[in-house]
């Protein structure tokens, strides 16, 4: 009996950190939306920002892989995008034909600080309190 009400807890918790990370992620989809941004597009914009700080700064999109919440396809997808939308530039890794280098565009990194704060608010209303 002790093992179903174990079993039973957990599964409570995992259904509620999905339930907060659902409501967490549509809001800030929300909140970014009049930008022209979902919460996947700003997450890697913020790593970029993160990993690459200074205008030019290059990362692998492998790098990207593990810290996005994205198939390695749905991420490539999306960096694809980005860089149509000018937020981005690709290039190809002299050394390694097969990895691809990934860099914020001043456009990306004004668009980036811009709604920076949009997203952290919506963060702070979302995960305040709502800890399982």
Request: with cysteine; glycine share 8%; charged share 30%.
């Amino acid at each position: 009996m002790a093992a179903k009400t174990v079993s039973a807890g957990l599964e409570e918790r995992w259904r509620d950190i999905l339930s907060v990370h659902a409501r967490t992620m549509c809001e800030i989809d929300r909140v970014l939306h009049p930008h022209g941004l979902g919460a996947s597009d700003f997450e890697v914009l913020d790593i970029l920002a993160a990993e690459a700080p200074a205008e030019g700064d290059l990362c692998r999109v492998q790098n990207l892989v593990g810290r996005v919440h994205l198939s390695q396809s749905a991420l490539s997808r999306l960096i694809g995008r980005l860089d149509k939308e000018g937020l981005v530039e690709r290039s190809v890794c002299a050394e390694d034909r097969r990895g691809v280098w990934v860099a914020l565009t001043s456009k990306g990194r004004e668009l980036h600080a811009e709604v920076l704060p949009l997203q952290r608010s919506a963060l702070e209303r979302m995960l305040n309190g709502a800890r399982p």
